[in-house]
């Protein structure tokens, strides 16, 4: 069965350093997002992309973080100098988009990110 | 502020026992998610609706727009369905999502 994958599974960088967490969406859908989850709390929507460009933003998606599609199969995050709030565990997910982005959504593993 | 509230925060239940776990939201919304995620992490989605009801397997989903509540049951509850539930909603303002806190059942033996 197709599946949403993410590398790397967990990511250690130090404060002020550039990360890019890696996603690839199963391969006909056409919407692609990326959540955080902080440990303890609440899953929250970062952005979600579709036709090249972003869709949607929340207000955690500041000038720090970015998204592309560098190629047909990758979507990355890019966080550009992390902070010490950064450290969470962030997901991918990717829908077919058929029915536009309220289809069902299926998630990566997630990749944990620590900043020190 | 909280768009999207459940109840309740932790469910303990004997297995075999009905099970519900209730979502209300504030806002408008042009669909709503019923997620499962493991103690591992990981995050499986289980319903989306926009109207009415759903049901696959054990699992039943329900939803009244009317008065923004939805509620996820599951019958003959078992050990495995131990894990984290989280409602979450599209709004319909900008397609923005909005996720609960997440209930946390535990089913024992």
């Known amino acids: 069965e197709p599946e949403v994958t993410q590398t790397p599974s967990h990511q250690v960088t130090q404060m002020g350093q550039e990360v890019i967490l890696r996603c690839v969406p199963i391969?006909?859908?056409?919407?692609f997002y990326w959540y955080r989850q902080i440990l303890g709390q609440k899953v929250e929507f970062l952005v979600s992309?579709?036709?090249?460009?972003?869709?949607?933003k929340s207000e955690i998606f500041d000038d720090q973080f970015s998204v592309e599609r560098p190629d047909g199969s990758n979507f990355t995050l890019k966080i550009r100098s992390t902070k010490l709030e950064d450290s969470a565990m962030y997901f991918c997910?990717?829908?077919?988009?058929?029915?536009?982005?309220?289809?069902?959504?299926?998630f990566g593993p997630g990749t944990r990110l620590t900043v020190l | 502020k909280n768009e999207v509230e459940q109840s309740p925060q932790n469910l303990t239940a004997q297995e075999g026992e009905f099970i519900t776990i209730n979502c209300s939201y504030s806002?408008?919304?042009?669909?709503l998610h019923w997620l499962q995620q493991h103690p591992g992490g990981g995050i499986v989605s289980l319903f989306m609706?926009?109207?009415g009801k759903k049901k696959h397997g054990r699992l039943i989903a329900t939803i009244n727009i009317q008065e923004k509540h939805s509620s996820l049951h599951i019958t003959a509850s078992h050990p495995r369905d131990s894990a984290v539930y989280i409602c979450?909603?599209?709004?319909?303002?900008?397609?923005?999502?909005?996720f609960g806190t997440g209930t946390s059942l535990t089913v024992i033996p």
């Open positions: 997910a990717s829908s077919e988009g058929l029915a536009g982005p309220t289809d069902t959504q299926y």
């Open positions: 391969s006909n859908h056409l919407y």
């Open positions: 992309f579709y036709n090249n460009e972003i869709s949607e």
């Open positions: 806002v408008g919304i042009s669909a």
């Open positions: 609706l926009s109207s």
């Open positions: 979450a909603v599209n709004s319909n303002t900008g397609n923005q999502f909005y």
